[in-house]
């Protein structure tokens, strides 16, 4: 596969982010396509801010809002990614990308990217089934088969629970008590203690469930509704992660340059 061809992403997020950034590195143009409000909590290491702030940096890469999918080719000659809000993901399927990859972590199938989408369609996690609604599939799982490629079936069904990270689970994803407006108190990278109020939505006080790092927070001001994830804590309480692509990222983006190599 030439490296100049196009890989197109469905969402900007944490996880996107993180095979983007390693898909970047070895030379392959990339482009996102994102909601016009993105629902990204790690927004430090997800290009998906760039749709709030116009730009965003991950690690030594920079995404770049773009109005427009024919500006798409002038962000590339600067060696960035673009990012467009395209909701129905037709402005970067105009771009008859090489690979298609739906990132959005859909969990159920959505019935909105199909195998005869790219050359290569690659699906994460649980409602793609390889051979059906994509060539293959990512696990998306933290355990023993992250980042592994399926070529037939499907990955793990999903479990409704966060994964594990220094024995919490649970306990470390804050979803919203409620309707209304969020607000945080804490900032990503802040340590906070158990207890403490961390955001506030409509006059509704969330408090730390335990100690550590603030790692992700939703982008303040928007409005949520009850069970939304807005916030995540890390028990372990390093602050730089907060600011580099995880280790699952990592592992997600390695299964999708395996399947990209292999394939072509």
Known sequence: MKREQIIAIKGAGDLASGIALRLWRCGYRVIFSELPVPLCIRRTIAFSSAVFDGS????????ILIKSIGEAESVWEQNKLPVIVDETAEQILSLKPDVLIDARIIKTWRDDTHITDAPLVIGLGPGFTAGENCH??????????????????????????PGTIKGEGIKRVIKAPCAGKFEPIAAIGDSVEVGQTIAVIDGTEIRAQLAGIVRGIIYPGIP???????MDIDPRGNRDHCFTVSDKATALGGGVLEAILSRF
């Open 56 to 63: 965003a940096a991950v690690e030594n890469a920079e995404g």
């Open 136 to 161: 293959c599939v990512i696990e998306t799982n933290r355990g023993h088969n992250l980042g592994r490629v399926f070529w037939t079936g499907s990955a793990e069904p999903d479990t409704g629970v």
């Open 224 to 230: 949520v509704w009850k069970n939304l994830k807005i």
